[in-house]
């Protein structure tokens, strides 16, 4: 195996590239936009978001395959004011990460609302037209039950750590991954120390965002935050004994 390191970014030609806080992983099977966006929800986290084309070309470096492959970009016409979206709820597409080949998008009969990359280059295509495709994956839900401990070292050993939520995009991120779970609540890496008497990631990420439930009972020791699979996707406090499905986060 070839490995291509530069500095934050590491590449294998088995299509797996490691970049930032997202693992990239290039798909060679032929599938419409929304079969590609289905499969990558199910096994990753969501089709690729390609703002940082440096990391994407480091992707496609690594194998001599990647061709026209979707990404998660598609429109929806509205009053011939055409806008484009993310696949990723709540992720802000930003005019200024254009990467547009020359002539693009010209929307060819009306229907070309999904987005494919070739060569860095992007392209609107018919969303029904068939592709490879990239996914994304930051988080990694578990379906095996465990103590929040020893959901923690599962992570540290196999992954990078238990997830950490520190802004509402982050929190709608492993919303949908938790959709699968099969445990009502899902173990996070936020943990309560009775000793200094905070509440803190086992990341370091500093708690700027919480989305605790209204009501949860009072802090006690040796309890870590779930979040609800149902409902508002809210937070709750645990003993840390019970097991739960759990997220890991990739570095």
């Known amino acids: 195996m070839v490995q291509?390191?530069?500095g934050i970014c590491s590449c294998s030609q088995s299509f797996f590239c490691t970049c930032h806080l997202y693992v990239y992983h290039f798909i060679g099977e032929n599938k419409t936009w929304d079969e590609a966006q289905k499969y990558c929800r199910e096994?990753?986290?969501?089709?690729?978001?390609?703002s940082n084309m440096t990391d994407m070309e480091r992707l496609r470096k690594s194998t001599e395959?990647?061709?026209e492959a979707w990404?998660?970009?598609?429109?929806?016409?509205?009053?011939?004011?055409?806008?484009?979206?993310?696949?990723?709820?709540?992720?802000?597409?930003?005019?200024?990460?254009?990467?547009w080949d020359s002539g693009e998008p010209n929307d060819v009969g009306g229907k070309e609302n999904c987005l494919v990359m070739n060569n860095q280059k992007w392209s609107?295509?018919?969303?029904n037209d068939k592709h490879q495709f990239i996914c994304y994956n930051k988080l990694i839900l578990i379906n095996e039950s465990k103590t929040w401990v020893e959901a923690l070292n599962y992570c540290r050993e196999k992954h990078y750590d238990l997830v950490s939520i520190t802004n509402l995009h982050q929190q709608r991120w492993v919303q949908e991954?938790?959709?699968?779970?099969?445990?009502?609540f899902v173990w996070l890496g936020l943990r309560y120390t009775c000793t200094l008497d905070f509440w803190f990631w086992v990341s370091d990420e500093v708690v700027s965002y919480t989305n605790w439930a209204s009501g949860v009972q009072c802090d006690d020791c040796d309890m870590s935050a779930v979040m609800e699979r149902e409902g508002r996707n809210q937070w709750f406090k645990k003993p840390d004994n019970e097991?739960?499905?759990?997220?890991c986060s990739e570095i």
């Not at 096994?43 to 390609?50: E, G, I, N, R, W």
């Open 4 to 6: 291509l390191e530069s």
């Open 43 to 50: 096994k990753y986290t969501d089709l690729a978001t390609v």
């Open 65 to 67: 395959t990647l061709t």
């Open 71 to 99: 990404i998660g970009l598609h429109s929806y016409p509205e009053n011939n004011n055409r806008r484009w979206y993310w696949s990723l709820p709540g992720l802000e597409f930003k005019e200024t990460q254009t990467r």
């Open 124 to 127: 609107d295509f018919p969303c």
């Open 177 to 184: 991954r938790i959709k699968e779970a099969s445990t009502e």
């Open 243 to 247: 097991t739960f499905n759990f997220i």
